[in-house]
């Protein structure tokens, strides 16, 4: 038996009791189940995984990684399966540090449906930027993409809660000079694009689940992210016609 209000409970009427009461809701909507980041930590984990695959297989890299004529010979689940893969064990534990930082309050936050689209909608709008602009004999891979996403949203989130921020300024800033001095200085080739669209799409993503009334909050939600994903579509599918026609020219 359990002390309850009314007296004592059974440990069977508790736990039944404690079903029926809905987990409470986060700042922007989401449900917060619980204080543990399942969802960060899940991520943290494919990524892992598939990074261990990846070393134990010695082919994976040229099956999944984001190589544009593969892509646009209808590949396309490369622009997904890209972000889960590294070229290294630094590159891997980077990516994962920063997400073990910035993932946890994000999905405090936002709740773990949202945060996980947000993480989604981000690797997928570095990939699509990468498949857009980068060089046709270069291939990509990594979680930098949904990472510098992340790092967008904090901030946006950060000024919508009107917490300070300049910390999260100055690793953007920092980032992005090392994306694009880096390259410019020794042969190591970092991605721009990949991160340059994780972090626009995770910052407007960000903006369209924070910003809007309550009462239009969840359809405004809802409708950003079924917008991005068709504006995604169509750049995907005008640069695979575009290439088609190039290499059939």
């Known amino acids: 038996m359990r002390d309850a209000a009314v007296g004592h409970q059974c440990v069977e009427c508790v736990q039944a009791g404690a079903r029926t009461i809905r987990p409470p809701r986060t700042r922007f909507g989401g449900r917060q189940r619980s204080a543990t980041p399942v969802v960060t930590y899940a991520l943290i984990a494919v990524n892992v995984l598939a990074f261990i695959l990846q070393m134990a297989s010695g082919g994976l890299d040229k099956q999944l ?3 544009p004529p593969a892509v646009a010979d209808g590949q396309f689940y490369r622009l997904v399966t890209a972000a889960f893969l590294h070229y ?12 073990y930082v910035v993932g946890p309050p994000l999905e405090m936050w936002l709740g773990r449906l949202r945060f996980g689209a947000l993480y989604a909608l981000s690797g997928l709008g570095g990939s699509v930027l990468v498949y857009l602009l980068s060089p046709l004999n270069t291939s990509t891979a990594g979680a930098s993409g949904a990472i510098f996403g992340l790092f967008g949203a904090t901030f946006v989130v950060g000024k919508r809660l009107a917490l300070d921020v300049r910390w999260v300024i100055a690793i953007i800033v920092i980032n992005l000079v090392f994306t694009f001095v880096i390259p410019a200085v020794s042969s190591q080739l970092i991605s721009w ?11 407007l993503v960000a903006a369209a689940y924070v910003y809007p009334p309550r009462e239009r909050r969840n359809a405004v939600q809802a409708a950003t992210t079924i917008i991005v994903l068709a504006v995604f579509a169509v750049l995907i599918f005008w640069r695979t016609a575009h290439l088609l026609a190039e290499f059939s020219g």
């Open 65 to 67: 990684t984001l190589w």
């Open 88 to 99: 290294g064990t630094t590159h891997l534990l980077l990516n994962m540090w920063a997400l």
């Open 193 to 203: 694009q990949a991160h340059v669209g994780g972090l626009v799409t995770g910052g």
